[in-house]
């Protein structure tokens, strides 16, 4: 089955590209099953439960999410409420939401997802090696189809969690970085990798973000509010090609679509 992974969502702008063009790729493509990593949507920053729900009604089955997720905090109550949107399995236990789950695709096949948060150059979280495999020992009592997304900022540790969960898992796909990188491939024993799905956003910014504003801070060093930049969109992501019965990948692909 083929399963599409939509880079994060970066604020209107993002939203707008999933509106405008998920229903075309889906259909281009052959997709049975959709997920996007919601984290930025409202804003450029977190996600509420009106844009939860918006960007699921485009066509989205599952809204992943990373350290963001907490932005609005209107969304704690809602993380509990639904079960289409994850937070990061590696938080403490006692945390609102839900770091995984199954979920039926349009051709009846079951997918396992799993979202995991990295702890290089950010939170003190457990470890999300030790948080996958258990994450998979209970998905796989379901389904041999498991998509990872793991949200993470260094390369060296997405790539790690690669090799380490290659044949656990169908897919472990990197976000948080917003830069689609070019090392996608299948590893030696089935699973899909890419170090960062990439960015559905304005790509005339600075990774979603209006380059003045992006500049600034870093020559001034005061935190200004960053703000969205809305020109040059597109959807990026991966399109995932997954046998049903092994769980093994067969191909990915990286797409980027403009919604211009």
């Not at 939860?52 to 485009?58: G, K, T």
């Not at 260094?154 to 690669?162: P, V």
């Not at 970085?177 to 600075?206: F, N, R, W």
């Amino acid at each position: 089955m083929r399963i599409l992974f939509i880079g994060d969502i970066v604020g209107k702008p993002g939203r707008r590209a999933i509106d405008r063009t998920l229903e075309r790729v889906v259909a281009e493509h052959k997709v049975e099953f959709t997920i996007a990593n919601g984290e930025n949507a409202a804003g450029g920053m977190g996600i509420t439960p009106d844009i939860a729900r918006e960007i699921l009604d485009y066509g989205v089955d599952v809204l992943t999410s990373g350290n963001h997720i907490w932005a609005k905090k209107d969304i704690i109550p809602f993380l509990d409420e639904e079960s289409r949107l994850l937070r990061p399995a590696n938080y403490p236990a006692h945390v609102p939401g839900r770091g995984m789950g199954i979920y039926q695709a349009m051709n009846g096949q079951k997918v396992g997802v799993l979202n995991l948060e990295g702890r290089v150059f950010m939170k003190s979280l457990e470890c999300p090696f030790r948080m996958g495999e258990k994450g998979i020992e209970k998905l796989i009592e379901e389904t041999r189809i498991i998509i990872i997304d793991f949200h993470a900022e260094a390369t060296s540790e997405k790539m790690a969690l690669g090799w380490f969960l290659n044949g656990k898992a169908s897919a472990v796909l990197g976000t948080h970085t917003h830069i689609q990188t070019s090392d996608e491939k299948i590893l030696s024993e089935g699973t899909a990798y890419i170090t960062d799905v990439g960015m559905t956003g304005p790509m005339d910014s600075v990774i979603g973000i209006r380059k003045q504003l992006a500049l600034d801070r870093f020559l001034t060093q005061i935190p200004w509010k960053f703000d969205v930049a809305t020109e040059d969109v597109e959807l990026q992501g991966v399109v995932v090609d997954v046998d049903s019965e092994t769980g093994k990948s067969k191909e990915i692909k990286r797409i980027k679509v403009s919604s211009n």
